[in-house]
């Protein structure tokens, strides 16, 4: 079992950054792919970005060169560095993790959300 609890949220205006942080309960060598989704109010959840126990990472079309996610395996920890934010990014962003290597919504392990809302 392992507990995600992710955080970083908060309020920022166009064009500001956040970095999101999602800290495990125990080792994540384990984890094969963790990542981030995201659900706007009356929008479906969509994945944003992942990264797999490698490295390798996958981004959402509508983040691609402004979003940034890594994992550090020593700190049990995964983050989502966010410049040139934008009002549409606004949404409850949450972390996820699972063993095998691709994240899908069916994922195991899921943090409670966190809350980024972007003004104009």
């Known amino acids: 079992q392992v507990q995600l609890v992710d955080s970083g949220g908060g309020l920022v205006q166009a064009g500001g950054s956040l970095r999101l942080s999602c800290a495990a309960s125990?080792?994540?060598?384990?984890?094969?792919?963790m990542g981030w989704y995201r659900q706007a109010p009356g929008k479906q959840r969509e994945l944003v970005a992942s990264?797999?126990?490698?490295?390798?990472?996958n981004y959402a079309d509508s983040v691609k060169g402004r979003f940034t996610i890594s994992r550090d395996n020593a700190k049990n920890t995964m983050y989502l560095q966010m410049n040139s934010l934008k009002p549409e990014d606004t949404a409850v962003y949450y972390c996820?993790?699972?063993?095998?290597?691709?994240?899908?919504?069916?994922?195991?392990?899921w943090g409670q959300g966190t809350q980024v809302t972007v003004s104009s």
């Open positions: 990264i797999t126990r490698t490295g390798g990472t």
């Open positions: 125990r080792s994540i060598l384990i984890i094969n792919a």
């Open positions: 996820a993790a699972d063993y095998g290597w691709e994240l899908r919504p069916s994922a195991r392990y």
